[in-house]
């Protein structure tokens, strides 16, 4: 085996690099943009890479963790010219499921493999190295990095070929937009009402409408401290990558698209940067107009 190389080191990225660092026992040669977050890494045992094209001639097993489909394609094109072959590209990446499968083929055009392994849970979880990772590509390719995925997560699932670990990210996210949506209309709803916030959130957790989100939110919720774990500007791009999805099947999801007006109205405020649970900001807004 060759070394490990890590793409991308930005809130989730740095994360989950340092724990390839420390876990492993091989070389891991870290690159991005910001020279500080490689400094970061090689302060923990990482090592330095110049450039993409650096960390393709060093590895045979590349991780990239990048915000859309354009950075993944534009880090994939600085790799094709020097991958070897034999090569495993991970893209941990969420983004569009038909740039994934584009990309993928390429690669395979170089005698290498790629594979899709988006992630959910945000940074507390990425710390500890227990997010949940979807994976789709070619199992085989999948198995052959299957304990360095173990670094970054607990909870892995392989769900068939190209595309498939995204198809389920978007699916995974959509449906968390929803129920964020859900607990801030009900949140709003029960605050006009007069209800007290520390017994809304323990009197929802004694029925059905208990969920994961209100019940690692509640504290930041309560303290309005949206200090990013997972931005809005992340979300908005996910629930429009769903949108896209349902668009190319041909079916209507009234419920995702009620949900990504909310982050329409966070984006058109300049909420970008802040974490997805201040969209609370602005279904206070619009359920008070």
């Known amino acids: 085996m060759g070394k490990i190389g890590f793409i991308g080191l930005g809130i989730m990225g740095e994360s989950m690099s340092e724990n390839i660092v420390k876990k492993s026992n091989e070389e891991v040669w870290v690159y991005d943009l910001n020279s500080a977050q490689v400094e970061k890494l090689v302060a923990v045992g990482g090592h330095s890479a110049k450039s993409i094209a650096d960390v393709g001639e060093k590895c045979d097993r590349i991780f990239i963790m990048v915000p859309r489909s354009e950075h993944v394609r534009a880090v994939i094109e600085e790799l094709l010219p ?81 595309g498939a670990g ?51 939110k509640k504290d930041t919720l309560k303290a309005k401290d949206f200090s990013p774990k997972f931005s809005i500007e992340n979300m908005h791009k996910d629930i429009h990558l769903a949108l896209n999805l349902a668009k190319d099947l041909e079916i209507d999801l009234p419920g995702a698209v009620n949900a990504s007006k909310v982050y329409d109205q966070a984006i058109e405020e300049g909420l970008n940067k802040e974490d997805f649970s201040a969209t609370i900001k602005v279904v206070n807004e619009i359920t008070k107009q």
């Open 166 to 216: 995204l198809v389920m990210k978007i699916c995974h996210n959509m449906l968390v937009a929803q129920i964020q949506n859900a607990v801030n209309e009900m949140l709003v709803l029960a605050e006009t009402a007069g209800l007290n916030f520390d017994d809304v959130v323990t009197a929802i957790s004694y029925g059905g409408g208990q969920n994961f989100y209100i019940d690692s």
């Open 82 to 162: 020097v991958i070897k072959e034999g090569t495993i590209l991970v893209d941990m990446s969420t983004i569009d499921p038909s740039v994934s499968k584009e990309l993928a083929a390429k690669v395979k055009e170089k005698n290498a493999d790629m594979v899709d392994a988006p992630v959910v849970k945000s940074k507390p979880a990425a710390i500890v190295g227990e997010l949940g990772i979807y994976v789709g590509g070619d199992k085989e390719s999948y198995e052959k990095v299957r304990d360095i995925l173990g670094y970054m997560g607990k909870d892995i699932i392989y769900l068939g070929e190209n």
